[in-house]
């Protein structure tokens, strides 16, 4: 059977289209009047733009990370643009009405339609092309619950406070070499408040769009949620298909007060190249959240697109009794390569952390978990459990587990289980015996695997990744 | 129904059937028995399709059509069914979502249109009360951290609600109480009808108590080396397979 | 830290001294590609990701690199000595002693007598190693001028092979050099036990050890190994353990280590052709300031090899433990079975562990699990023992022993179960009243 599965694996990308639109792109390079330009362009005040000129200080003398589990080329940094804006988007459109329709068109063509009468209810959509947000939708009724959804850029102008006390406070500007790029250069972004109390009305998400070739992507979130507030947010990313690899190096930062909770969900799609191995996206991305008191912050992750993919989505879980989980199902086939995983820093005491990592491995691709848990001596009576499983569709392609474990508080328990499988023969057999095709079967199997992480997504993204799922696994059996 | 002729088949390489000749019409039960290694479950899977057991000669006709011909997922769509002997667990695969995959797939196949999830969920319901499992199974990964007894009543459950045409029974009753065997039995029983046959593959003669077979057929090494009535299952009962060595085959 | 020292650039110029005076010529080359290689190398900081919860700073204090000047002539031998029946190799401070050694048969040569297939042998084994994540195995490698050749044969009823490495107040302040190689030719059986001990009598200061073995496990061989580590506390000691496992071989391996300034034990289990089985247990011990370091790493680079790995900590006062099991298996190497476990128990406010189980796989039709956990000792057991009128500094001490008899019970060597007894209850009686 195993051969079966071996057979025909590649996949069809349906994101892969490219918009033509008149867009306005730095010419690549990196230097001081690049974040100059950049932060000009956003017309942005001047504490911002010394902001970015000590990250690229802090940048220039920092080094690429090696200790991944991935291989690729060397990133030129100065063959890479900064900033790319479609050129309608110069004059900023008030209203959707006065948006571009071909933007609109490509969110449509990606299952993401702007405006508000068609879209599913109770979502808020930010939609990120390129370096700008190019729309963002019921913002009004959002306003009315006091919650401030925008892009990024707008918020340093219109909530600069709150700007300027939160970002960079979960992840500090010379935390690593691809956060510092960030920081320097980053072009756009959502920003979310969600004042004290406040259970947000609707689920926010943010589709991220890169068009524009040998353009980086370095977007900028920040979330934050005031005193017993709640939010749940969702991005999604896709781009072109295009032959050369693409940077994109996001920072994504959670603060949750005292009671506050986040869940915050991605099903990430970039382009991962295609059968040879060819292009796709590079995905860089520091996520990180802090949890006060009694707090909560939970990611879910659905990886199944990038060429490689660099990512941990972390929770520092500061105040007593926070919790943080972390939910993932990374898939990959072809050539790609995933090194993912997560860190959970227990300081407060009390303080619970959940690790469910499902990696799927198929073609000759390779998926590794990282993870750190760490007990501080102040974690009396924290806790945590961490299942990461793998499997395995295939005998080329590898599945990796690196957790690091650290405990420095003897009330403290952890708990680390990994196991490893394969989509078993006994399985495959049983499933056809009662007379389910082997597709239908392996896809039943895969979707079994990740069961637990599926349903800590939103109901409809949920049925959405697992058809990303089939999408990619197509063709992985005969 | 089931036409075996002369049926030769091969385990990596190692010939186990070695010229099986077996005729089922609509509505009989078969019961087939034998001592270890003789070939008795190898006859369910090369039956069924399972990788990795091949036919090396012979033929076989499953309602006029020839069964090598056709992948599992056909066989079991044309009404074979296989209750294994070993259950496999398929973590994180519902009961529920794996019988609505199966049937949808089975009543496709013969066109007929997929059942209402209502209709569907009753039917799963009544079937599982039937073999005495609680609902909740039906929630629970496929076999995932049943009993040996669930997974067999499991097994069973299935059977009655794809309602298949030809039901073989892979050494259903090893591992199984007294009471177990009842529920298994009374399956079975409450299946039998002039369409439908069945194969009982078993070492034991105590499931036939249970299960009456109209033949029952003895297979050592690798062929039917004699058939009978039901009362040739209770003569082995006492005079053991060796009685077999001693006279017939020898 | 007054001046600082480069430990390793100092065991260079000591290797270079070897060169004067040396009875193991025929290893000068070998060693000279080690100076080579260790040019320019510094001690390992927590930025080296082998070496990311190792406090190495005992070794940039200088005085360490010098070999004895006048090793002990006699010590206390440890009383495994004489209740284990067997052949016994005692060395102390580096040097043979043979008044207190027993040896039988032919079957062991030291270094400086070997003939020259031996020294091929030898060289053969050195050159093979890992040196590529221990630093310290090239420092070795490169003061290498003693050792042991045992060569096993099959259909030959072996005692088993006691190897006593003492240190004393003569080895204070420097450094002590050995290596083991280990021959089980096909169908061979053997039983080795490395034992690694302090002389009662230390009054004060450090003393540094390095020690490679090489196992090479022939067709069908079977090897029971045993490596206890019981030196005192200002013991600094880095280790390395390879063994080759070849077709349808076994090995029991069984590790003890107490703490010292630093104790770092690397293993390398390798299964280099199908069949091969491997069983390693080890227990991990550390009080006061202690720091203990296990790094085990499995290869299974062909199709059929199981490996059962079950490592257990107990970590009390301020001491560190640190964990590293790797299991890699080849993309050939399918139908593996390899599982791994580590438990560590924490019994103090101030105790740290740090441990980090790893699978790297390449193949798809195996089946390997690894699992970690570290709390500290089960309040509800305790609470059952008490309230059945168990005294609770008894019943700290039987859940002690509940947490490592699994693999004490495993050992079928009763001499040595009964020489660690004593020792574990010792152990736990500090741990559990502090």
């Not at chain 2, 036409?3 to 010229?19: R, S």
């Not at chain 2, 990964?141 to 309602?163: A, D, H, T, W």
Request: charged share 25%; aromatic share 8%.
């Amino acid at each position: 059977m195993s051969e079966v599965i071996n057979e025909r694996i590649g996949k069809e990308y349906k994101a892969g289209f490219i918009t033509e639109v008149d867009s306005e792109t730095m010419p690549p390079g990196l230097n001081e009047d690049v974040v100059r330009a950049i932060s000009a362009k956003k017309g942005e005040p001047e504490w911002m733009l010394e902001w970015r000129l000590k990250a690229f200080n802090i940048w220039k003398n920092m080094k690429e990370p090696e200790w991944a589990h991935v291989h690729y080329p060397k990133i030129d940094f100065e063959a890479i643009s900064y900033f790319s804006a479609p050129k309608s988007m110069a004059d900023k459109p008030k209203s959707l009405d006065e948006v571009d329709p071909q933007l609109l068109e490509t969110y449509e063509k990606l299952g993401i339609p702007l405006h508000e009468q068609e879209i599913l209810a109770g979502v808020a959509v930010d939609a990120v092309f390129d370096s700008v947000s190019v729309a963002t939708t019921f913002r009004a009724k959002l306003e009315e619950a006091g919650v401030i959804f925008c892009p990024i850029s707008e918020a340093v102008h219109k909530h600069p406070e709150l700007v300027k006390k939160y970002l960079g406070t979960v992840v500090p500007v010379n935390d690593n070499f691809y956060a510092a790029l960030n920081c320097a250069v980053f072009s756009d972004g959502s920003f979310v408040y969600i004042p004290k109390g406040v259970r947000c009305p609707m689920e926010l998400s943010t589709y991220f769009r890169i068009n524009e070739a040998k353009t980086g992507q370095f977007e900028r979130t920040l979330i934050v949620a005031e005193e017993g507030s709640h939010v749940s947010y969702l991005e999604g990313c896709t781009a072109p298909m295009r032959d050369e690899n693409q940077l994109h190096a996001a920072v994504v930062e959670l603060v949750a007060l005292d009671n506050a909770e986040i869940k915050y969900s991605t099903v990430q799609n970039w382009y991962p190249g295609d059968e040879e191995g060819k292009g796709g996206i590079y995905n860089f991305v520091t996520k990180r959240g802090v949890c006060h008191t009694n707090a909560k912050i939970s990611w879910t992750q659905v990886e199944t697109g990038s060429a490689v993919t660099w990512k941990y989505p972390s929770c520092v879980l500061k105040g007593d009794n926070s919790i943080g989980e972390f939910y993932s199902v990374a898939l990959t086939n072809n050539y790609q390569q995933a090194d993912t995983g997560t860190k959970m820093i227990h300081l407060g005491k009390n303080t619970k952390s959940t690790i469910i990592a499902k990696g799927i491995s198929a073609g000759k691709s390779q998926s590794s978990y990282r993870g750190l848990v760490r007990m501080s001596p102040m974690a009396e009576g924290a806790r945590n459990f961490t299942q990461c499983d793998s499997l395995l569709i295939g005998d080329k392609c590898g599945a990796h587990t690196f957790p690091y474990i650290e405990s420095k508080n003897p009330s403290a328990i952890v708990e680390h289980e990994a196991t490893t499988s394969k989509v078993s023969d006994d399985q495959m057999f049983l499933c056809q015996q009662r007379g389910i095709d082997p597709e239908k079967a392996v896809s039943m199997i895969v979707n079994g695997f990740c069961k637990e992480v599926f349903k800590e997504l939103p109901m409809e993204f949920a049925v959405e990744a697992g058809k990303l799922l089939e999408v990619s696994l197509e063709g992985s059996v005969g | 129904m089931l036409n075996i002729k002369n049926l030769h088949a091969a385990v990596e390489d190692k010939t186990i059937l070695k010229g099986l000749n077996l005729e089922i019409k609509p509505g009989e039960v078969h019961a087939i028995m034998g001592p270890n290694g003789a070939g008795k479950s190898t006859l369910g899977n090369v039956l069924a399709g399972r990788e990795g057991y091949e036919r090396t000669n012979g033929e076989v006709l499953f309602n006029e059509k020839d069964i090598f011909e056709m992948d599992p997922e056909e066989r079991a769509a044309e009404g074979m069914f296989l209750a294994f002997q070993y259950p496999v667990e398929i973590p994180g695969v519902s009961n529920l979502e794996f019988l609505k995959a199966s049937l949808d797939a089975i009543r496709k196949y013969n066109n007929q249109p997929e059942l209402d999830a209502v209709s569907f969920m009753k039917m799963a319901r009544e079937t599982c009360k039937a073999v005495n499992l609680d609902q909740s199974f039906l929630k629970r990964g496929v076999n995932e951290g049943f009993s040996g007894g669930e997974k067999k009543r499991n097994e069973i459950m299935q059977m009655m609600l794809l309602q298949p045409k030809l039901c073989i029974l892979d050494e259903t009753d090893s591992g199984l109480d007294i009471d177990a065997l009842q529920v298994v039995a009374k399956g079975v029983n409450d299946l039998r009808d002039s369409n439908r046959s069945f194969v009982v593959v078993t070492h034991y003669q105590r499931l036939l108590d249970y299960i009456v077979p109209d033949y029952v057929h003895v297979l050592a090494d690798g062929k039917i080396v004699k058939s009978g009535g039901k009362e040739l299952a209770h003569e082995l009962e006492d005079k053991g397979y060796g009685w077999l060595d001693n006279n017939e085959v020898a | 830290m007054s001046t600082t020292h480069n430990y390793i650039q100092e065991s260079i110029e000591l290797s270079e001294a070897l060169e004067n005076n040396s009875p193991t010529a025929w290893l000068s080359d070998f060693r000279k590609m080690q100076r080579i290689k260790l040019e320019g190398a510094t001690v390992p900081t927590r930025t080296t990701e082998h070496f990311k919860y190792n406090n190495l700073t005992a070794l940039n204090q200088g005085g360490l690199a010098k070999f004895p000047e006048s090793p002990a002539v006699s010590a206390e031998l440890p009383s495994l000595v004489s209740s284990l029946e067997g052949d016994t190799i005692v060395l102390i401070d580096g040097r043979f002693d043979s008044s207190s050694s027993k040896i039988s048969g032919s079957h062991l040569v030291a270094f400086h007598e070997a003939n020259e297939d031996q020294q091929k042998t030898i060289k053969d084994a050195l050159s093979r190693q890992n040196f590529a994540k221990n630093i310290f195995n090239r420092v070795n490698a490169g003061l290498t001028h003693s050792g042991w050749l045992v060569e096993f044969n099959k259909s030959v009823d072996y005692r088993p092979l006691h190897i006593v490495h003492i240190t004393t107040q003569a080895a204070v302040d420097s450094v002590i050099n050995e290596q083991l190689i280990v021959k089980l030719n096909s169908m061979a059986e053997a039983t080795v036990i490395e034992h690694f001990v302090s002389d009662n009598n230390i009054k004060s200061g450090k003393t540094i050890s390095h020690q490679s073995a090489h196992f090479d496990i022939g067709d069908a061989a079977n090897l029971q190994h045993y490596r206890l580590h019981l030196e005192h506390s200002a013991h600094i000691h880095f280790g390395q353990c390879t063994f080759w496992l070849n077709r349808d071989s076994q090995l029991n391996s069984f590790h003890l280590a107490t703490g010292g300034i630093i104790k770092r034990i690397d293993l390398d289990v390798i299964h280099q052709s199908n069949g091969s089985h491997a069983e390693i247990n080890g227990v991990y011990l550390a009080a006061d300031k202690q720091q203990v370091d296990y790094h085990t790493n499995v290869e299974h680079r062909t199709p059929h090899c199981t490996t059962q790995e079950v490592f257990r900590g107990l970590i009390g006062g301020e001491a560190k433990a640190v964990f590293n099991g790797r299991i890699h298996i080849y993309p050939d190497a399918q139908k593996t079975l390899a599982e791994l476990s580590n438990k560590n128990l924490l019994l103090s406010n101030k105790a740290e562990i740090d441990t980090k189980p790893e699978l790297e796989i390449y193949a798809d039709d195996v089946r390997c699990a690894h699992g970690a956990t570290i709390s500290q000792m089960d309040s509800t057991a305790m609470f059952y023992l008490t309230s059945r009128g168990i005294p609770k500094e008894k019943a700290k001490l039987m859940l002690s022993f509940g947490f490592v008899n699994e693999l004490i019970n495993n050992i079928n060597n009763d001499a040595i179960v009964d020489y660690l007894q004593p020792l574990l209850t010792q152990f736990f009686k500090q741990t559990v009243t502090e």
